[in-house]
């Protein structure tokens, strides 16, 4: 899979250090970060010219500490995402990037210190998120606690792991007992809070914090998962499969459910592997169903135009759902790893994982208990 991944990279290279996000698309800064965790996490981050992708990285980054793409204007979003959370993002995954190869930024995060001043500002911003679409402020969480975590651990600020603190403590004191996520939604879908958890849970595990009420977390994603393995829907979703992975690991490794977490990673590692074995450009962002009712549903999609999307609703991202590009591969590939690495299994690659709290991490909580989550015990068939 190294040979694969490497050969697949090269192929999306743009010959100034960027990758494209997937064969007949652009190059992107996303994108390019996305090759280069990608590199990382196989065990390979000098297969290719590094130096080159890292300048591309760095110079887009602009003299407050924020990174933004050269090809981006907000004209080109669609949906709900905002200029800030885009730009925010580029920060975000510019920042793993970098940090993945050992290099620091260009310039510091002078846009951070609005936030450094006190816990007041912490606890205003938090209250001002969209809390009836948490899958989507929960990113927004995601970006500044580990812009902060960052800054405390890379770069000594004291103050930066007080204000991580505060948003931890803040989350614990709005937390839904009953779910044990957060946020609202308007048709009461606790499949959004779900994903949104899991944008959070890494920081719990990462500053040894417990999750609350894990046995209802654990009870709410396993009740989410599609009778084919996979989350959403029949053909799943590179992130929606991620988060339900990531919360059971993180999440159900504090509880007595460890056996029904074991069967849902067993069925969706099923599919990930039928996927992977026809080869990695096979990860697309919905893994087809090899059956008359999936043909039917991928049919269905198209005639209703829902066969494509963008990523963060920007138009320069735009990929066919059920054809491969970076950001699936990547993500997809972090997932089977979480599973193998998780539950004790032989890994299918080197894997090194993120030692700071960013897609990657694996920290304590992604860990095998005991052989509780060992193969062999549950009995699955997987139908892929």
Known sequence: ????????????????????????????LLSTCFGAQ??????????????????????CQQADGLFRD????????????SEEYIEWQF????????????????????????????????????????????????????????????????????AAGERAMCILEWLDTHQDEETGFWGTSPDDNPANGMYGAAHVFLFYDFYGRPIQYADAVTRQTLALQHAAGLFGNLHGGACEDYDAVDVLLRAGSQTTEMRAVATALDRIGCRLRAARDRGIRGYSYALP??????????????????????YSGWSAMASHTFRADLWSIYFRTLTLA???????????????????????????????????????????????
């Open 338 to 384: 979480f599973i193998e690495h998780g539950c004790g299994l032989t890994p299918s690659l080197p894997y090194v994982f993120y030692d700071l709290p960013g897609w990657g991490y694996a920290g304590t909580g992604i860990r095998n208990r005991a052989g509780d989550l060992s193969p062999g015990k549950t009995g699955v068939t997987c139908h892929a």
């Open 289 to 310: 169903h090899r059956s008359f009712k999936g043909l039917v549903s991928r049919c269905l999609l198209k005639m209703r135009g829902q066969d494509t999307y963008r």
């Open 1 to 28: 899979m190294q040979t694969e991944i490497v050969q697949l990279l090269q192929s999306l290279q743009d010959g100034k250090g960027g990758f494209r996000f997937h064969a007949r698309g652009q190059s992107t």
């Open 70 to 81: 050269p090809l981006f204007t907000p004209a080109d979003l669609t949906g709900s995402h």
């Open 91 to 158: 920060a975000y995954f510019s920042l793993v990037a970098l940090d993945g190869f050992g290099v620091s930024p260009s310039h510091d995060l002078g846009f951070l210190e609005p936030f450094l001043a006190s816990n007041d500002a912490i606890i205003d911003w938090m209250a001002a998120r969209r809390w009836q679409d948490f899958w989507y402020c929960s990113n927004e969480i995601m970006f500044l606690l580990y812009f902060l975590t960052y800054q405390h651990m890379r770069g000594g600020i004291a």
């Open 38 to 59: 990608l590199l990382q996490l196989a065990g390979v981050p000098d297969a290719l010219d590094r130096d080159d992708t890292i300048r591309v990285i760095q110079g």
